[in-house]
């Protein structure tokens, strides 16, 4: 893992707010700041391409990695992405984003240099950089194109500290008159070269200025723009000089209104007030007198309806004081909201469309139209403008207009809007219905003349009228940048509906070099990756392009295989399992043999598997490791920094008793619990009442915690207030767009609470967002056989029951029968659970999903499993039998038959522990925090531990916990398993 960095860049047209560069790490550290800036636009027209070259700083004295995340301005993609290697700028490629993804933690698993760019959520993105060595520099640069609104161009600069060197460059391809500068940079004025008009200055050692703004005189005037391109295309952009003209018909007044007001923790820092004047204007304008309102706030879920009754035109106020009161808190299920918005009156709904919990697909068949309102930086238009479309409603992005009237604005929000209509021909964008604004372009490309192009617009209730776009008639000037403005129009409109339309984004991705959903683009620095990862290197770096066709020519390339895993190796191993599981053992005090042997008559796992600890100073590591491992012959519980175990009631899996056992006649499951004795707990449990509002207040000290939610949802359970405790809960999905570790904590702990529903799509998504990792699936798995046992519980509908079993056995099968990079063995913890699940899924007529000579369900006295959420963590399970013997990964087949499963230095676990038949007397269950390998200075790791007794057996008995580990080398007593005689 890397150093978070969560830089909320604000240079250039990236948002239209005041608020600086942020960056989140650990406290008492040296910020890591940028040094140097360089901004290159370009300006064609009413197009502009904007680059931004920034170089960072490591301070510290050790190797770090950064997440930036750069909010873009609507609409823009990620067009072009460069990382330094060695000294020059390296250009990355577009690849499927979950093989990139998979290449570049790969490579930094090697401890080299990849760089990757990625789509995070809605207007975000995320570029990963590794490393970055100790007191050195490291640079990236990020592309984007944009349209400009209305006459001017504002490049917010935002940078509150002082910069070794600031460079700014404009370009502006000569309009109908010269630009004009307006900024405190001094020596940065427009001068005429060619067809062109160039500002360029420099700045060293100063702050930068806070606004650089260019003023485009006559910019309306050029309305069409041609440009022919290397692809063998034309293309061009118009922007529709049309008067919109009054509706024949006055406007009916409306009598009734639904608001849905988004109040998640995202939608804190969105810009209220203008919110709240368009409102306000609004009801003035389209509100008969005596309307009624309804209010409807929502985050994990519709928290509160208010209905104001009889509303005056002139008093207002009460509906908006009482949206000024609201709280905003949780995460975003936007699913929550899906009743109201097919209401038969008309809906204004404000939110980011930042949707993290939950299904967020709508179905919407309203009859009035929805208009869907943004204030934030962080925001998802594409959703949004989806919901609007879907009801011949409105988009309305506040972060992109220029200072507008609110008469003006309020315009747009018309029940019978003025429309663009599509065109038949389908290279011309846009191809969905949109309605006529300053926002408005049409974009078009052809292999030939462009001819006669006409555009059509209407009322929904009155006649059309035309226009007609003659690009033919414009000299064309030679380019990319309105081909690569078309792939990204195209793009935009393709992703208002993912899903179907996922393999096409995908491949126009590709051809036009843009960061989707689906891609990303990728940085490698050495020949031999690309040829490894048979990734083609760009033209742009042309040796290095070259050497690898020479290279390729020569080296035969192997169709990729969905499955590579020879199932004849699963069968061995499982078998060898199998082997040891029907061995007999003998229950005595334990004496240490030495015999170097693990069981199965082979070497040591600390000899087998020493090629699978590979990490920097590999044997220095893991000398000092072993010596600190053997040398614990009496475990002392050490104090934690920050932990935490949570507990749920036992969940007996069915109330059949069980078959008579060998060796005792009971099981009892204790889990340690620890009280983390925080502040603000401190504070929750000195409050008598009014919990939730010493929460809000701790919240602005703590929220930026992952731990602070778990903690304060657990107090609000111990209360009683479980919706509480869900909303706090899920605000752990706000904190990182895109953060696979964070959402497994959430997820994990939904699942412990049996909001199954919940952690199943967050287990869902986490496998879109990792499917090159075998526990992405495995959790998905769990979390669905979970929830079909607790409908089973309640006698539930077979068909759902059916559909759970099923996808939970496909799952497991692909973890059993893929080729994972790293995860070596997992395949038979894997096939252990889908043989303990399969007699239920069989009773319902599913089918086995694998070779029948696999079917060969356990029956354990126990069974413990620990996972964690952190890669490159080295985390062990160690469980000291009744025998005395500490069972653990070197020493992992014990004398009364314990069995530990392959050591997991690297990555997440599973490390189990399994016995059949069970000494009697306690099993104590320790955690060993060796630490992780990560680059991350914040080194909190949250571990799941699931203690199973009877597994497989009709009496099947589970309880988890869940804890918060900080710093290094930490032993926890985390529960114990009484074998009663």
Not at 594 to 610: K, R, V
Request: glycine share 4%.
């Amino acid at each position: 893992m890397r150093l978070l960095l969560t830089l909320l860049l604000n240079l250039c047209a990236f948002a239209e707010v005041d608020r600086p560069p942020v960056i989140y790490i650990e406290k008492n550290m040296k910020p890591l700041t940028a040094s140097k800036v360089d901004i290159k636009v370009r300006v064609y027209g009413f197009i502009s391409e904007t680059e931004i070259t920034m170089t960072f700083h490591n301070p510290q004295d050790r190797q770090l990695g950064g997440d930036l995340y750069l909010p873009m301005p609507a609409g823009a993609l990620v067009s072009g992405y460069a990382l330094d290697i060695d000294n020059k700028m390296i250009e990355g490629v577009v690849l499927e984003k979950a093989e990139a993804r998979e290449i570049f933690e790969k490579e930094v698993r090697k401890g080299v240099d990849p760089g990757l760019v990625e789509f995070a959520k809605g207007n975000t993105f995320k570029t990963r950089v590794f490393p970055i060595l100790p007191q050195k520099t490291r640079t990236v640069q990020v592309t984007y194109i944009s349209e400009i609104i209305g006459e001017s161009l504002t490049v917010p600069i935002q940078i509150e500290h002082q910069l070794e060197e600031f460079n700014v460059e404009i370009t502006v391809q000569s309009g109908l008159a010269k630009p004009v500068l307006k900024s405190d940079m001094q020596n940065l004025t427009f001068t005429k070269k060619e067809d062109q008009y160039i500002a360029a200055s420099t700045l060293k050692n100063q702050q930068p200025p806070k606004k650089i703004s260019v003023i485009l005189p006559r910019i309306q005037e050029q309305n069409l723009l041609v440009e022919e391109s290397s692809d063998g295309y034309k293309y061009f952009v118009y922007r529709p000089m049309i008067k919109v003209p009054a509706l024949q018909k006055d406007q009916q007044k409306l009598t009734a209104l639904t608001i849905l007001w988004d109040v998640s923790s995202s939608r804190e820092y969105a810009d209220h007030q203008q919110e709240l004047a368009l409102l306000e204007a609004y009801l003035k304008t389209n509100m008969a007198d005596n309307f009624k309102l309804e209010i409807a706030t929502f985050s994990n879920t519709v928290h509160r309806t208010e209905v104001f009754e009889n509303i005056n035109l002139n008093d207002v106020k009460a509906p908006l004081e009482f949206i000024k009161s609201v709280a905003y808190d949780g995460g975003t299920q936007m699913s929550s909201i899906a009743e109201y918005l097919n209401q038969d009156n008309a809906i204004l709904l404000f939110s980011d469309g930042l949707g993290n919990l939950g299904d967020n697909e709508l179905q919407i068949s309203p009859k009035f139209p929805i208009f869907t309102i943004n204030s934030s930086v962080m925001h998802d238009p594409s959703y949004l403008k989806t919901i609007a479309a879907k009801s011949n409603g409105v988009f309305l992005n506040l972060t992109k207009r220029e200072k507008a009237s609110l008469s003006t604005i309020v315009a747009q929000l018309q029940q019978d809007s003025y429309q663009y209509i599509p065109n038949r021909n389908t290279e011309v964008l846009p191809q969905v219905p949109t309605q006529v604004s300053k926002d408005l372009l049409v974009v078009g490309r052809t292999q030939k003349a462009f001819g006669k192009i006409t555009n059509t617009f209407s009322y929904a209730s009155s006649g059309q009228q035309t226009t007609e776009i003659l690009p033919d008639t414009v000299t064309p000037v030679p380019g990319d940048l309105l081909r690569r403005y078309w792939g990204q129009t195209k793009v935009q409109e393709l992703m208002l509906n993912e899903k179907k339309n996922h393999e096409v984004i995908i491949t126009l991705a590709k051809e036009y070099e843009l960061v989707t959903p689906f891609t990303s683009m990728l940085v490698l620095e050495t020949l031999e990756q690309y040829v490894e990862h048979q990734v083609t290197p760009p033209k742009t770096w042309p040796e290095m392009y070259t050497k690898y066709q020479e290279l390729m020519q020569n080296k035969k390339v192997e169709e990729e295989q969905v499955y590579k895993r020879n199932i004849k190796e699963v069968y061995r191993k499982w078998l060898e399992k199998l082997a040891y599981h029907e061995k007999k053992f003998e229950f005595k005090k334990y004496k240490k043999a030495g015999t170097g042997h693990d069981g199965f008559g082979g070497p040591a796992p600390s000899e087998a598997l020493g090629g699978e600890r590979a990490r920097a100073a590999e044997s220095q590591r893991l000398a000092t490791r072993a010596e600190m491992r053997m040398a614990q012959e009496e475990v002392v519980e050490e104090e934690l920094i920050d932990e935490l175990a949570f507990s749920d009631e036992s969940d007996i899996e069915a109330s059949a008793p069980g078959r008579e056992r060998l060796h005792a006649s009971s099981a009892e499951i204790e889990i340690a619990v620890w009280d983390p004795n925080t502040p603000y707990l401190k504070k929750l449990k000195a409050t008598k009442e009014n919990w939730y509002g010493v929460y809000l207040k701790e919240k602005a000290t703590y929220g930026k915690s992952p731990g602070f939610y778990l903690d304060c949802a657990n107090f609000f359970i111990e209360k009683k207030e479980r919706e509480t405790a869900i909303r706090i809960l899920s605000n752990i999905a706000e904190l990182e767009l895109e953060n696979p570790a964070m959402l497994r904590i959430l997820a994990h702990r939904f699942q412990q609470i049996k909001e199954y529903k919940l952690a199943i799509s967050l287990f869902a998504y986490i496998k879109t967002i990792r499917e090159e990792e075998p526990q992405s699936y495995r959790d998905y798995a769990l979390a669905l056989i979970a929830y079909a046992q607790e409908l089973e519980n309640q006698k539930h509908d077979t068909k759902e029951l059916v559909a759970l079993y099923s996808q939970a056995l496909m799952l497991l099968k692909d973890i059993i029968i893929r080729e994972w990079d790293r995860f070596e063995e997992i395949e038979l913890i894997a096939l252990n659970e889908l043989n303990n699940i399969y007699p239920k899924a069989e009773k319902l007529g599913l089918a086995y999903p694998l070779d029948q000579g696999l079917n060969k369900p356990l029956e354990l006295d126990m069974r413990i499993t620990l996972t964690w959420d952190q890669d490159m963590t080295d985390m062990d399970l160690w469980v000291i039998e009744p025998s005395t013997q500490k069972c653990y990964y070197s020493d992992n087949r014990s004398q009364i038959g314990g069995y530990m499963s392959r050591d997991f230095t690297t990555g997440y676990g599973p490390e189990v522990y399994t016995i059949k038949d069970a000494m009697p007397g306690e099993y104590q269950i320790q955690i060993n925090y060796y630490g992780n390998n990560s680059n991350k200075l914040t080194g909190v790791v949250t571990v799941q531990a699931t203690l199973y007794t009877n597994w497989g057996k009709e009496n099947q008995e589970k309880k988890e916990i869940t804890l918060r580990l900080e710093g290094e080398e930490k032993v926890i007593n985390a529960g114990k398993i009484n074998i009663n005689n």
